[in-house]
């Protein structure tokens, strides 16, 4: 079982104010078992450039595949030293 990776989400409110959707453990994780590599995605976007609007989760729910949807992307680390990294950039 792999580590879980907090993911923090933030939106606007209906005043246009910053505010956080969630906070907790990316759902998104794709894991073959013991020995394997899992995947944890903690972002996707379905077109470029990527729309900010409205509050869904576009990890939530979507089949697991390698590849990005066309004209989009996925946001996924795939290493101690990358999430370390991402940790630092964002805070």
Known sequence: ???PIRRI???H???GRAIFLSDGPA????????GATAVTELWETSATP?????SN????GQPQRLPPPKH?????PNGPSMLATAVRTCT
Do not use: E, H, I, Y
């Open 57 to 60: 989760d576009p990890t939530v």
């Open 1 to 3: 079982m792999p580590r």
């Open 13 to 15: 409110n209906a005043q």
């Open 9 to 11: 989400v933030t939106g």
């Open 72 to 76: 989009g992307s996925k946001f996924r």
């Open 50 to 54: 990527a729309s900010n609007a409205g």
């Open 27 to 34: 759902l998104a994780v794709f894991d073959r078992g013991p």
